[in-house]
């Protein structure tokens, strides 16, 4: 998150969290079970013998799923099923982990009451951010956020003090983390009158442009 900047989460549909996969798995009745490091599910009401096989796997530590294309005929149409079941459940998990990191990092929450639903975008609505700078002149500030119907978070941004800048820096790193999925990030043109008044971004904080 930055200032006069856009984002968006790119998402890689062979990455899944795993609380939201384990969600996903019960709400589909499959079966699962862990060892080690790895989640493997071996039922997905599947017509197909497995022959003690499993259906798909999921590496904890990368959250990296892997199906079994070999024994599964059937297997893109399962992963259509779980993707779509992951998908539900993963925009509500963006919408409530985003929400709780900003707020851990003082920011609070207000609706976009002008936002209807659509297929494509579930959610939207604003974290404002108010600066414990006294020097500053235009302390409060908003950041727009978007949840598409797959959990991709989308943000967009203008004028942000450099203490709520930050904070905002911290709650997505964070975000970036749970979810799995890195950060495109767009500048915007930065009005004259702002040039002096923001400091440089964070040195950790790689900026990648959409070309």
Not at 30 to 45: E, M
Not at 96 to 111: D, R, V
Not at 131 to 157: C, M, R, W, Y
Not at 174 to 188: A, D, F, I, S
């Amino acid at each position: 998150m930055s200032r006069f900047e856009s984002s968006r989460f790119v998402r890689n549909n062979k990455i899944m969290n795993k609380d939201v996969l384990l969600s996903a798995c019960d709400a589909l009745g499959w079966t699962y079970k862990f060892d080690g490091d790895v989640l493997t599910v071996s039922d997905v009401k599947q017509q197909a013998t497995l022959y003690g096989e499993f259906a798909l796997r999921l590496n904890t530590k990368t959250n990296e799923v892997v199906y079994n294309t070999f024994y599964l005929p059937d297997a893109p149409k399962k992963v259509q099923e779980l993707q779509e079941q992951f998908y539900r459940i993963n925009a509500e998990y963006a919408r409530k982990s985003l929400i709780q990191e900003f707020k851990k990092k003082g920011f609070t929450y207000k609706s976009n009451d002008r936002f209807t639903p659509t297929t494509e975008t579930l959610y939207s609505f604003f974290m404002i951010g108010r600066s414990k700078d006294k020097n500053e002149d235009e302390p409060v500030a908003q950041i727009k956020f978007e949840i598409l119907h797959d959990g991709t978070i989308v943000t967009d941004s203008d004028y942000l003090p450099n203490d709520v800048n930050e904070r905002a820096h911290d709650a997505m790193d964070v975000l970036e983390q749970l979810m799995g999925n890195k950060r495109v990030m767009t500048k915007k043109p930065v009005p004259s009158k702002y040039l002096q008044k923001m400091k440089p971004r964070r040195v950790n904080i790689q900026n990648i442009t959409n070309k």
